[in-house]
């Protein structure tokens, strides 16, 4: 019998279908599918083993290995989880890397237990071609960048939008040497597959994108080359607000939010030390731009601030993030721009440049 496939799709993102990965951990781990769950047809070392025979002994040999390694209780305890998994998401379909004999395999053994679940033609690598051509597509479309100095608050704004794609959020990393997030960054894979979710979550998936003024390294991830030259080349807006309230800003987002996800994610104690580790290195780093002497007063000025944190005073850390903002990121963003010259469609405070987003976007939309 010819068990079922279905067509790679978009729409299965679009729609929230739940997706078995049958492969193995490691290629999980280097990126799946958005929504997929990873339940294994090998796990990584029968994997290793199948792969070896299949080069010595060829297709029918590394076959038979695998039948033999996955058998008995482990044939049972793996076909127990993708049926349970089933039972809990009846649309829920199957891949491998190509939509071959893993993802069959798995098909065949459902099958047999009486669940009937398609799989998709060509797998993973059909999938991440069509996600990898919409993010490509974007940069052909209406784009609109974002520009600031360090704490306008850019990423909210983004946020605000029904045609913004928070690429920071993507990557999981605020773009700057005090950027890194508790969790683990995503593999440029799952960053690619997040810039693409992102973008079919738009009001208007086919229209017009509106992103912040990144690097074309976020973090550990890459903006992909074709969407970096179509933001390159993209017309730009430019925020423009006080430096007190760009201090309130930036401490809300390098200390408030990130003492919450430290807090959330690691619990009081371990949480404050890590996240006083992080932003000590973080300061650290910076001592070839800033000089040594710069650097040790803002140390100094970290560390009292540190101290008052936990007594309950967060405003403290303003000492030491206002000469960065003033003496580092400042003058940084006036030389980039002095070097990139941009013309800029709009420039004004955070409301004005909000509202001029929106009407720029559903310009564009129609």
Request: glycine share 10%; hydrophobic share 40%; with cysteine.
């Amino acid at each position: 019998m010819t068990l079922p496939q279905i067509d790679p799709s978009l729409d299965l993102l679009r729609d929230g279908r739940r997706l078995i990965d049958v492969r193995a951990p490691v290629e999980f781990a280097q990126g799946g599918l958005p929504g997929a769950v990873n339940l294994p047809l090998m796990d990584d070392e029968e994997r290793h083993r199948v792969g070896i025979a299949y080069a010595q002994q060829g297709q029918d040999a590394a076959i038979a290995l695998g039948q033999r390694l996955v058998a008995g209780g482990i044939k049972r305890a793996r076909l127990s989880a993708w049926q349970q998994e089933l039972e809990r998401h009846p649309d829920a379909v199957l891949y491998c890397f190509r939509g071959g004999l893993r993802s069959e395999t798995a098909q065949q053994w459902l099958w047999d237990s009486g669940f009937e679940r398609p799989r998709i033609r060509g797998g993973w690598k059909a999938m991440r071609k069509l996600i990898c051509d919409h993010v490509d597509g974007a940069s052909e479309r209406p784009m609109l960048v974002v520009s600031g100095l360090t704490g306008s608050a850019k990423t909210p704004l983004i946020n605000a939008l029904d045609q913004g794609l928070d690429l920071e959020g993507c990557a999981r990393h605020k773009g700057s040497a005090f950027g890194r997030h508790p969790l683990p960054a995503p593999s440029q894979i799952d960053f690619e597959h997040a810039m693409g979710m992102g973008l079919l979550n738009l009001e208007h998936p086919e229209g017009p994108t509106v992103v912040e003024d990144e690097s074309r390294h976020i973090g550990a991830a890459n903006v992909p080359l074709i969407f970096w030259r179509g933001m390159e080349k993209a017309p730009r807006v430019r925020v423009e607000m006080p430096l007190d309230w760009r201090l309130a800003q930036i401490r809300k987002d390098y200390i408030d939010d990130l003492w919450t996800l430290y807090q959330r994610q690691y619990g009081d104690w371990l949480g404050w030390t890590l996240m006083r580790k992080q932003l000590t290195t973080a300061l650290g780093r910076l001592r070839k731009r800033l000089g040594l002497a710069r650097l040790e007063r803002l140390q100094r000025l970290q560390t009292l601030a540190f101290r008052e944190h936990e007594r309950g005073n967060r405003q403290a850390h303003e000492a030491w993030l206002g000469p960065l903002l003033t003496e580092y990121y400042d003058p940084l963003y006036r030389h980039q721009l002095e070097k990139h010259p941009h013309t800029f469609l709009h420039v004004g405070d955070w409301e004005s440049c909000l509202e001029f987003a929106r009407d720029w976007s559903a310009g564009h939309a129609a």
